[in-house]
């Protein structure tokens, strides 16, 4: 089991102890939603970097993917932490964040990826997460998740800048 499984067992754990059938609160949506990209980036990084040649960036999308761990680690432990109970009490005075805002389409299954259309959609699935911790920032109101959403910003900030360094050094050097 690798470690985001594990951590998604404790979330389905989490989401089965909540009362079935009982409506999401958007918030929850959300942030299980992060967790999914979170995910999404680590699997990402980790197939990214089985098929790259230099051994460079073979190195620096396994720091990548280890830092999407992390993200993934942090979001649960929002979940298990105490700052949600006071969401739920003023939710209706929070505005609706919808995921599709922040979905990036994935090519399909088994599509082989250029380096270029890897490094483009690697951009674009950062961007998307930057958005969307810039926003759960803003309606945060508990000082712990801001400040979680805030790193998560600049984790964010900083993996989408190394990826378009890696852009413009590789992609645009060649044109």
């Known amino acids: 089991m690798d470690a985001f499984e594990k951590i998604y067992k404790e979330l389905e754990n989490i989401r089965s ?13 959300v ?12 699997e990402f990084y980790v197939d990214l970097a089985k098929r790259v040649e230099s051994k ?9 993917a280890k830092e999407e761990l992390l993200h993934g680690q942090k979001l649960l432990e929002l979940i298990k932490g105490d700052c949600l109970p006071e969401y739920k009490k ?3 005075d929070m505005p609706e964040l919808h995921v599709a805002d922040y979905a990036v389409p994935a ?11 890897a490094l483009i959609l690697a ?4 961007q998307a997460n930057l958005h969307l911790y810039q926003d759960l920032a ?9 400040k979680l959403f805030q790193f998560l910003m600049a984790q964010e900030s900083k993996h989408l800048s190394s ?3 890696e852009y413009d050094e590789n992609i645009l050097k060649e044109d």
């Open 123 to 126: 951009i674009k699935k950062e």
């Open 138 to 146: 803003k309606i945060s109101l508990c000082p712990d998740s801001r």
């Open 90 to 92: 003023r939710q209706q």
């Open 56 to 64: 460079d960036l073979k190195k620096r999308m396994i720091k990548q």
């Open 107 to 117: 090519p399909p299954k088994g599509e082989k990826l250029s380096y270029q259309d």
């Open 31 to 42: 942030i299980f939603y992060a967790l999914d990209q979170e995910r999404d980036e680590y």
């Open 163 to 165: 990826l378009e360094k």
């Open 17 to 29: 102890s909540r009362k079935k059938g009982k409506k999401q609160d958007n918030l929850m949506e």
